[in-house]
């Protein structure tokens, strides 16, 4: 099995929603979540085709810039 990816957030926010769960299928630059940071929405997107393996944010919390917010399993191994 591969080593996650980590996954994380570029600005301070808080969690607008969540795109998806854990075991779904993703494709690089798809939208995991969406942070909403000075009234912007920012989306959070997967940095690699994989499995989303576990998310560390829901929907309310606040999160700062560097964040880890989702592992992802690569599916290049």
């Given at each position: 099995?591969?080593?996650?990816?980590?996954?994380?957030?570029?600005?301070?926010?808080?969690?607008?929603?969540?795109?998806?769960?854990?075991?779904?299928?993703?494709?690089?630059?798809?939208c995991?979540?969406i942070?909403?940071?000075?009234?912007?929405?920012?989306?959070?997107?997967?940095?690699?085709?994989?499995?989303?393996?576990?998310?560390?944010?829901?929907?309310?919390?606040?999160?700062?810039?560097?964040?880890?917010?989702?592992?992802?399993?690569?599916?290049?191994?």
């Open positions: 099995m591969s080593k996650p990816i980590s996954v994380m957030t570029e600005v301070t926010g808080s969690v607008w929603t969540v795109e998806v769960s854990p075991g779904q299928q993703v494709e690089a630059g798809d995991l979540m942070i909403e940071s000075m009234k912007m929405e920012i989306p959070v997107e997967a940095p690699c085709a994989g499995v989303v393996s576990a998310l560390h944010r829901s929907k309310g919390d606040m999160v700062s810039e560097g964040d880890v917010v989702a592992l992802i399993v690569s599916s290049l191994g």
